[in-house]
């Protein structure tokens, strides 16, 4: 298996779980923090959807699909533009709210595609390329898809939980 298959593997897996974790999901659900600290099965979704098209985004030099394709004004949140979620306090989690599943699986989507088309652009040499220099040792672009993948399977695992214990309260 080459890097580009082995990578789009991953992000299709990551692509798959989070429609299986809204797949019938019931509205009360989507939304709610079972205690005040705590994430919400959207704010999750949204927030590992918002990292993967950041990041993905940077290291393509492309738009991040949040803006380029009007989901920021779709989805109307109070947050700043560029909002991932990292760092929210209880209140910002609770401002991510959404009425159906169906925005966050078309962000999603949108997301995935995205990936994928790029994903399509490297060589398993372009994987050394330094994205970010903030870091000691700087992370390549192979360390960051990683990363990505591991974080987003992470949050589509809470979120997956977090369903499981909210639909048998």
């Known amino acids: 298996m080459d890097t580009t298959a082995l990578l789009t ?13 809204l797949r019938g999901i019931r509205k009360k659900h989507l939304n709610e923090q079972p205690e005040p600290r705590s994430n919400s099965v959207s704010w999750l979704i949204w927030h590992l959807t918002r990292v993967q098209d950041d990041h993905l985004a940077d290291a393509a030099g492309t738009e991040q699909v949040w803006r380029a394709q009007g989901f920021e004004k779709r989805f109307g949140l109070p947050l700043p533009s560029d909002d991932t979620g990292f ?3 209880p209140e910002d989690v609770a401002a991510v709210r959404v009425d159906s599943p169906k925005p966050l699986l078309e962000y999603h989507d949108a997301v995935h595609e995205q990936t994928l088309n790029y994903l399509d652009t490297l060589s398993s040499r372009s994987l050394d390329r330094i994205v970010d220099n903030a870091w000691d040792p700087p992370v390549s672009l192979g360390v960051r ?22 639909e048998r309260r």
């Open 87 to 89: 760092g929210h306090a």
């Open 145 to 166: 898809l990683v990363s990505v993948i591991g974080d987003t399977m992470q949050h589509v695992g809470q979120a997956s939980f977090l369903r499981g214990v909210l």
């Open 9 to 21: 593997d991953s992000f299709t897996r990551v692509n798959g779980e989070v429609h299986a974790a």
